[in-house]
């Protein structure tokens, strides 16, 4: 399943690409949560990388896509709903799959209640026991993606 542009720019957006250096090769860090990250999000081990621009973009992509898969795994309702589909799948790339499998967003999108759903993610800005500033702005960009209508 080939993510959207719209679920890329978002990504790329909200992860940012970090810890580039001078010569353009890209290393891992650790994230807010402190967990070892390169390119766009990616987790990985301190011993990762380098990588290049174009390593980020296929490990971008490649996320994307088991972010997507995962979040139409869990709730197939979603592939008929591309809006709702790209907010969910940035939430799983941020959270993982585990934390959306035993949300009540979950629980919410499966049974219809797409409102119900949409005042979930809120709730979801906090990163090592602490609200983060990034999340809630990330939080509501995503819940506003998810009530945009689209057709399905």
């Known amino acids: 399943m080939q993510p959207p542009d719209r679920l ?3 990504l790329r957006q909200e992860e940012g690409l970090a810890k580039v250096l001078p010569d ?3 290393v891992p860090y650790t994230d807010m949560a402190g967990y070892w990250t390169i390119g766009y999000g990616h987790r990985c081990t301190r011993y990762f ?5 174009d390593g980020a973009e296929t490990i971008l992509v490649a996320d994307a896509q088991l972010a997507m898969s995962e979040a139409v795994r869990l709730s197939p309702v979603l592939a008929h709903f591309q809006n709702k589909l790209i907010a969910v799948s940035d939430f799983v790339f941020n959270l993982g799959s ?6 009540h967003l979950r629980k919410y999108i499966n ?3 797409w409102q119900l759903a949409a005042d979930e993610f809120p709730k979801w800005v906090y990163a090592a026991h602490k609200m983060v500033e990034d999340l809630i702005k ?3 960009l995503e819940r ?3 009530l945009e209508t689209d057709n399905g």
């Open 24 to 26: 353009g090769s890209i």
């Open 98 to 103: 585990l934390a959306y499998e035993t949300s």
């Open 111 to 113: 049974a219809g209640e």
């Open 138 to 140: 990330r939080r509501a």
């Open 144 to 146: 506003q993606i998810f």
């Open 8 to 10: 890329l720019q978002l």
């Open 49 to 53: 990388g380098p990588i290049d621009q």
